[in-house]
């Protein structure tokens, strides 16, 4: 796992919490208006079904309440830059918990879900440290995660159903700053600059770095484009063919630092 080295970037916490809610809210309307034939259709995850799909995403928003219950650890043991790269870790565990959700009747696991949400969030410090599988977290740090797993997933609900589930604007912009910083903490450095805009800009590879005028290394790329190569939903060259990604310099080639999180 790398280290997180590099400085946190701030989150305004209330934001965090509103982007949370106002996601899984998108996505509730989006599941709710789904057909039993379109709920037992394939993912792009592997085996899971859309009714899985749609299963894992309450799951990973029932996971804050869910903790908050939980004692409190008695330190913290995982940075938020450390977080992507250690999910990989728990592919087995979280695909055998996923199918074990009981979600026959997803309108009541939704309403349940957000309603436990607001309930645990409520007067819920952000530095209180959750028990999270991966480490004791700050409950600031988890939340930013779950905007991850939220945008990720609507992106894979939309691709799967032919949705158009919307994004929250502040949570998409919350997840593609967590997952270009992820990226800076892999390749540290200042040879390449990876823009995303409109949400963000950093700098990373090892190299000469870049002082003034126009950057010689350059990648730059939509924020949806951003977190499926992060995520491995899209492949480096296939998304340079597709032109949706734009590369110029000698440096500018990610193919060997993608994806992030597996």
Not at 41 to 53: A, F, M, N, Q
Not at 83 to 106: C, K, M, N, Q
């Amino acid at each position: 796992m790398p280290p997180a080295k590099k400085r946190t970037r701030s989150y305004d916490s209330a934001k965090t919490r509103a982007a949370v809610r106002a996601q899984f809210r998108h996505v509730r309307e989006g599941v709710l208006a789904l057909t039993p034939e379109q709920l037992d259709g394939p993912t792009r995850l592997g085996k899971w079904t859309v009714r899985e799909l749609a299963a894992h995403i309450a799951w990973m928003v029932d996971s804050v309440p869910h903790c908050l219950g939980m004692p409190e650890p008695a330190q913290q043991e995982l940075a938020l830059l450390d977080w992507p790269f250690v999910t990989a870790s728990g592919a087995d565990r979280i695909d055998e918990h996923t199918r074990e959700i009981e979600a026959s009747d997803l309108p009541a696991l939704y309403t349940r879900t957000l309603e436990a949400y607001e309930e645990g969030i409520a007067g819920a410090s952000d530095d209180r440290l959750l028990p999270i599988s991966f480490g004791a977290m700050r409950l600031a740090d988890f939340l930013v995660t779950r905007t991850v797993e939220l945008v990720v997933h609507t992106d894979d609900l939309n691709a799967a159903t032919g949705l158009d589930i919307p994004y929250d604007r502040q949570a998409l912009a919350t997840c593609t700053r967590l997952l270009a910083d992820a990226l800076a903490v892999k390749a540290p450095g200042g040879a390449v600059e990876v823009r995303i805009p409109p949400y963000a800009v950093v700098q990373c590879v090892e190299g000469p770095r870049h002082t003034r005028g126009t950057p010689p290394n350059v990648v730059e790329t939509d924020p949806l484009t951003w977190l499926r190569l992060a995520t491995g939903r899209t492949d480096w060259a296939e998304a340079l063919d597709a032109a949706e990604v734009g590369a110029s310099g000698e440096r500018a080639d990610l193919s060997a630092l993608l994806p992030l999180m597996g």
